[in-house]
């Protein structure tokens, strides 16, 4: 789900970026070294996870059992992401930033569809980042715990 989600970002972001080469090649370098990062600590991950079954008054209850470093592999992920969202909110707050500098030195009678789609393209952009940040501020802090005592 989160590598569909970055190739969108990247297509969005190539996108923004007028199609720009260089660009491109920058942003699939990050990410996918972002994602192997990821991929290859989340199977170290799973050598320290344990399935358990029990039986209790008839019942069958699942759980699981974290050992050794997992919580800690598990949040260094989220961490990853992180910053991959980090660096394309930049990426995109100045490349917003340099188009409306571009449109106000235009003078106040320039509107066009493209200029209008950029705004639609932004605000998706304000959306997305603003409901990934909530929910890798709340992750972040419910992992912290993890993070000091090692």
């Known amino acids: 789900m989160a590598a569909m989600l970055g190739v969108i970002m990247i297509a969005r972001l190539h996108a923004m970026y007028q ?11 990050i990410f996918l070294a ?7 600590l989340a199977i170290i991950d799973l050598k320290y996870i344990a399935a ?4 209790f008054s008839g019942m069958y209850m ?7 470093n997992s919580l800690l592999l598990a949040s260094m992920v989220w961490m ?4 991959w969202e980090v660096l394309a909110l930049c990426l995109s707050v100045w ?3 340099k188009h409306f500098r571009y449109l106000r030195s235009l003078g106040p009678s320039t509107g066009s569809i493209i ?3 950029f705004r639609v393209l ?3 952009h304000v959306l997305y980042f603003a409901s990934f940040a909530g929910v890798s501020c709340v992750q972040l802090i419910l992992i912290s715990p993890v993070i000091t005592v090692s």
């Open 34 to 40: 972002v994602n192997i990062a990821c991929v290859v």
């Open 122 to 124: 932004i605000k998706s």
């Open 115 to 117: 200029g209008d789609c």
């Open 52 to 55: 358990e079954e029990g039986i």
């Open 80 to 83: 990853l992401n992180t910053v």
């Open 62 to 68: 699942c759980g699981y059992n974290f050992g050794g």
């Open 19 to 29: 199609g720009s080469i260089a660009m491109l090649i920058f942003l699939v370098i």
């Open 95 to 97: 490349i917003a930033v």
